[in-house]
């Protein structure tokens, strides 16, 4: 099993690789001068040609990008023009609120997805499986941040169940001592239940944003696999043995129909990382998707980059996590390592 | 190029191909469906600003924030803007942003999958390499990486859009041009003294054209929501354009305090849309394809 992984972090390396060449790019395909675009629109010539010397940008490609990965590799992502702090600094203070909010969504839609997934599939022609259908088509076509706004107009202007879609917390309410960075967490370490109530309400309409918009490949995906295993011999066997339709479905056929869907997973990671910065924006959640988005309005280019590495390098580690999983679901993956 | 299929293909063929696709519209209500609605979006595309009631750009104060009536049947924002005539008017902006970045990828996706799946060797693995980076990212976190980078136009957001869509293309083109590696016709194009780059040109890519226009279809409707999603973030599109993501995004501030149409109609003809191209891509495979039906 530790071979296994170790040959799959070996695998991801060459991603890493060209995620750090594309985003050096990114930063020296800047229009125009980054010298002048970092020195700011007031600047004089010299102090132009003072930040070319001080970023290096005097100096030929290869050596620049030397640089920057050595100033990476010392965890330096540069400074943030509007604010002035380091960017690595916001985004590690901006990152447990992206990441309690994309994974409780994830979390949430494959607690729908899979069941409604595997009743489509054990009961094909079924109103569940029409219902698959429907959910599985329409939630690729709504756009993240339409059913965001939809959800807020209900629930918080009609219904008045939701808070105002305004962050993480209410304003009356202070953030839990700082242990892992997860509201719901640090709460219920801290015994306070009042403050887990308050979190959890502003986290629903978000997580349910981001569910919504998850479901679709996992239900689509689980049914078709689920469909497919159902069909196979060893199902066809487990049956005709007389065995109870329970634990066909779900130690039979389940464990199997398992391994595309973690497949997807990936997949499905690329979507949620990004309309993570969407969702962030229509609630005003205090992530590093919004953190980018100011940088993006205030054209801050710094914040941006370290912000398109970090979600990239957070991608590169979940595939890898997602192939570690697939070795332990798959025993036959491990075998051939 | 195009005689050269006309010339291989009986003239039977390509009509049974339209008897075919007149059967998968008419059986099919959903594609016929999408196929209606989808006329609809191109005729707004092509006539929408001549015959709009109101000036989609023209503020009037007055009539500023008003809910749909029968004078304004989508409302007015905030500005008293007529809401009807600016969606039907960013039809065109949200079409074209959408055909074009899919052409511009058919275009370096399917040639570059054409070629690493036809030659193999150092193409394939410079073509898969370049494939894999771009998915080592979160796809739309690296379209506002490239966007911002590249400059906040709306042809940025066209090539960024199509950048992103490159590895799709690439690898359904390679996985189809390899299996006709040594397919018959392939092999009597070379004997008959074709050129490699010819057969490639000429006899390998109009044979996986079905595919590829289905992969099409398939992809516009995520080329419209991811152009629309970076025009939500205030990337590309400016104000006062009329494009149905900003207008999501100018009528968001307006959804907590219950003036809804603001929002709604932009945000409902953009979902149409997407929804439109992926039961149109679906209807197509299966004109193409009948075997993966679903």
């Not at chain 1, 920057?68 to 916001?90: C, F, H, I, M, W």
Request: glycine fraction near 8%; include cysteine; charged fraction near 15%.
């Amino acid at each position: 099993m530790l071979g296994m992984v170790f040959k799959r972090l070996l695998v991801a390396v060459p991603s890493l690789i060209g995620v750090v060449i594309v985003t050096f790019l990114l930063t020296r395909a800047l229009p125009g001068d980054p010298a002048a675009y970092f020195a700011g629109p007031a600047a004089t010539k010299e102090a132009i040609e003072q930040i070319r010397v001080k970023l290096g940008l005097d100096q030929p490609l290869v050596v620049q990008f030397a640089r920057y990965v050595k100033d990476l590799a010392r965890g330096d992502l540069g400074n943030s023009l509007t604010t002035g702090q380091p960017v690595v600094q916001e985004i590690k203070t901006r990152l447990p609120a992206s990441a309690e909010l994309t994974l409780l969504g994830l979390i949430v839609s494959m607690s729908i997805a899979v069941p409604l997934g595997i009743m489509a599939a054990t009961r094909p022609g079924s109103l569940v499986d029409h219902a698959c259908r429907v959910v599985a088509t329409a939630g690729v076509s709504l756009p993240v941040f339409f059913t965001g706004l939809i959800l807020v107009y209900v629930f918080y202007y009609q219904l008045g169940w939701a808070p105002a879609p305004l962050g993480r917390l209410d304003i009356f309410f202070s953030p839990p001592p700082h242990i892992t960075g997860f509201y719901l967490i640090d709460s219920l370490i801290a015994g306070n239940g009042e403050l887990f109530v308050a979190s959890l309400k502003q986290l629903i309409l978000p997580t349910l944003t981001l569910a919504i918009f998850s479901l679709a490949p996992i239900a689509r995906m689980t049914r078709a696999s689920m469909l497919a295993v159902l069909a196979s011999d060893f199902v066809r066997t487990a049956r005709a043995s007389g065995l109870a339709p329970f634990t066909v479905i779900v130690v039979y056929a389940f464990r199997n129909a398992m391994l595309p869907v973690v497949t997807t997973l990936g997949m499905v990671f690329s979507f949620l990382l990004g309309a993570n910065v969407l969702v962030e924006k229509v609630f005003a959640w205090p992530g590093i998707g919004s953190f980018a988005v100011e940088a993006l309005i205030a054209s801050d280019f710094a914040p941006l980059q370290g912000f398109v590495l970090t979600m990239a390098i957070m991608y590169v580690a979940l595939n890898l996590l997602i192939d570690v999983l697939y070795g332990l679901i798959d025993p036959r993956v491990r075998l051939e390592a | 190029m195009t005689d050269i299929v006309a010339t291989h293909r009986p003239s039977s063929g390509i009509a049974a191909t339209l008897r075919h696709a007149r059967y998968v519209v008419s059986e099919n209500r959903v594609t016929g469906f999408a196929f209606g609605l989808f006329l609809v979006i191109v005729l707004a595309a092509l006539i929408g600003p001549y015959v709009v009631p109101y000036d989609p750009l023209a503020s009037n104060t007055t009539a500023a924030l008003k809910p749909p009536s029968m004078q304004h049947w989508f409302g007015t924002d905030q500005l008293g803007r007529d809401v009807f005539a600016r969606v039907i008017v960013a039809t065109r902006l949200d079409f074209v942003i959408a055909v074009t970045s899919v052409a511009l990828v058919f275009l370096m996706g399917g040639l570059a999958g054409v070629a690493a799946g036809f030659f193999g060797g150092w193409t394939d693995r410079v073509v898969g390499r370049v494939a894999d980076t771009i998915m080592a990212f979160p796809l739309f976190v690296l379209a506002m990486g490239i966007v911002a980078a590249m400059g906040n136009t709306v042809q940025n957001i066209v090539i960024a859009t199509a950048i992103v869509n490159f590895p799709l293309y690439a690898r359904v083109a390679r996985a189809e041009a390899n299996v006709r590696r040594e397919a018959g016709f392939v092999l009597a194009a070379r004997l008959s003294g074709n050129s490699e780059v010819r057969i490639v040109l000429a006899h390998v890519l109009p044979n996986i054209m079905p595919i590829m226009i289905v992969q099409m279809s398939l992809t516009m409707g995520y080329a419209i929501l991811n152009a629309a999603g970076l025009s939500f973030i205030g990337l590309g599109v400016r104000p006062p354009t009329a494009e149905w993501g900003i207008m999501v995004a100018e009528g968001a501030a307006f959804m907590v305090s219950g003036e809804w149409w603001i929002a709604f109609f932009p945000g409902a003809a953009l979902m149409l849309a997407v929804f439109c191209f992926n039961l149109l891509g679906d209807g197509l495979r299966d004109i193409v394809d009948p075997q993966r039906r679903t």
